[in-house]
């Protein structure tokens, strides 16, 4: 009340409007907060992911791993069309053949085939060479099995040895103190000798190598019937008659030879019954020459 004995009638304007917006920041404030953390804890996973570990979320979200769909509007619940694909498949395409590259074009082929016609023939080599190896390993776990599985020769198996050369894959039967491949001094092999020969031949028959066969004897044969010579080679011709009868063909034998005490096993010792031994080396063959249609 004034002094002149009016009434003033004072006015308070609340803020109303501006406090239902005073809380706004704090929201803007917030979602840029979480993006802030989103963005470290990539830049985080980023640096803590192995190339492999990236490289595979890269390809999961590629968009050559997504089936393309046929349809006819194009939308989701768009007609589908009976295209080659979708005809077989619903109407999603072949991955496959997205990921596919192109075919080359003629001149394309022709700079292929002239520039890396060498390294065509390496890598022919190579893989001629890989499978032959394959199946020698697989030719001498089975003759050390037939060898292990037949009673008659079961104790034989410490006196076979197989040797995977670059010559091929060469097994030897070697004598042991007591226990001889052939009697002393003669051609004549001892019984458990023609069943382990048999065993052998049998194996050697699956694949389609050559065979050379050779015979060696030791320092006790020097004087032998005949000359040491001529007994490794008889000695060899037997083991190749044994091979055949266990069913290796007569055309796969390369040559029959007798290398007396010319190779010891063991050079150290001359006299060692190691040394009179069958070598039957399974050829390595070298693969057959390309033919060329254009010559």
Do not use: C
């Not at 953390?37 to 803590?48: G, R």
């Not at 190896?133 to 006196?159: C, K, M, R, T, W």
């Amino acid at each position: 009340m004034a002094g002149d004995g009016s009434i003033v009638i004072k006015k308070i304007k609340k803020g109303g409007h501006g406090g239902h917006h005073g809380g706004a920041w704090k929201v803007a404030y917030a979602d840029f907060v979480t993006a802030m953390m989103a963005f470290f804890l990539l830049m985080w996973l980023i640096n803590t992911t192995t190339p492999e570990q990236k490289r595979g979320i890269a390809d999961y979200f590629a968009p050559q791993s997504i089936a393309q769909t046929v349809s006819g509007s194009g939308g989701v619940l768009g007609g589908k069309v009976m295209g080659e694909d979708s005809a077989h498949a619903g109407g999603a395409q072949s991955v496959m053949q997205k990921q596919s590259p192109p075919a080359p074009d003629s001149k394309t082929k022709a700079l292929a085939s002239g520039s890396g016609q060498g390294a065509g023939d390496n890598a022919n080599a190579n893989d001629a060479h890989s499978a032959q190896d394959g199946d020698f390993s697989h030719a001498a776990e089975a003759i050390h099995q037939a060898v292990q599985d037949n009673p008659d020769i079961a104790n034989l198996s410490h006196q076979v040895i197989t040797e995977n050369t670059p010559q091929g894959l060469r097994i030897q039967l070697v004598d042991q103190d007591g226990r001889p491949m052939f009697q002393q001094g003669s051609n004549e092999p001892m019984p458990y000798t023609k069943k382990l020969l048999a065993a052998v031949g049998a194996i050697v028959s699956r694949l389609p190598n050559r065979v050379s066969i050779s015979g060696h004897t030791g320092g006790n044969d020097v004087n032998a019937t005949g000359g040491a010579w001529e007994l490794s080679a008889s000695r060899a011709n037997q083991a190749r008659a044994l091979l055949q009868a266990g069913g290796l063909g007569s055309d796969r034998i390369y040559e029959v030879a007798g290398k007396a005490g010319s190779e010891p096993l063991l050079p150290e010792d001359p006299n060692a019954s190691a040394n009179r031994r069958l070598s039957i080396l399974l050829m390595r063959e070298a693969p057959p020459a390309p033919s060329n249609p254009g010559l």
